[in-house]
């Protein structure tokens, strides 16, 4: 290649390069649209019973304070997949208790993508699965919503409310 075709070629690439910097705005890293927001660096959580605690928490505190859209985005991509995020507002609103204080008490891990997290709610005890996916912690969803994949907010209501649960 000739010196002036080489010159050519290089003040071409720094013409791209300019132009296309200068037509794009920096944007925060963000993680693609099909996973949500993790209360995690973008490094990923750690794969430690403390994480899974914290993200557990974290999807309980939104579900207390009615936060039902925040709360779906810390569901396995399984639950995101198969219920809409409108379908599982709606399904909340109707159907789930608010205001209740729910902390975690401590858990174990089965493996390292998999934790089981202890929650106290007004002296109950109860537990939850958190599986690690996409670099964080997610909520499994429980029998319930895994049974009524596909459905939208009515049918959720329904079905919730033929097993008297709902509004009851």
């Known amino acids: 290649m000739g010196n002036r075709r080489w010159r050519r070629v290089t003040i071409a690439v720094c013409a791209v390069l300019i132009a296309g910097a200068c037509h ?21 959580a750690p794969k430690d019973l403390a994480a899974a ?36 507002v ?29 929650f106290d709610t007004m002296g109950v005890t109860h537990a939850v699965t958190m599986i690690y996916e996409y670099g964080g912690w997610y909520k499994e969803p429980d029998e319930f919503l895994q049974a009524n994949f596909g459905k939208n907010g009515d ?10 649960h709902c509004g009851q």
């Open 90 to 118: 709606e399904f909340s609103q109707k159907c789930s208790p608010t205001g209740l204080t729910m902390k975690a008490s401590g858990g174990r891990m089965d493996s390292p993508e998999r934790a089981v997290i202890h």
């Open 24 to 44: 794009s705005a920096p944007r925060p890293i963000t993680p693609a649209p099909s996973t949500p927001s993790a209360t995690s660096a973008s490094a990923g």
């Open 155 to 164: 049918e959720l209501i329904a079905v919730d409310q033929a097993a008297g």
């Open 53 to 88: 605690t914290a993200a557990a928490q974290e999807k309980a505190d939104r579900h207390t304070s009615g936060d039902f859209a925040g709360e779906w985005l810390l569901f396995t991509k399984d639950l995101r997949d198969n219920i809409s995020q409108q379908s599982f």
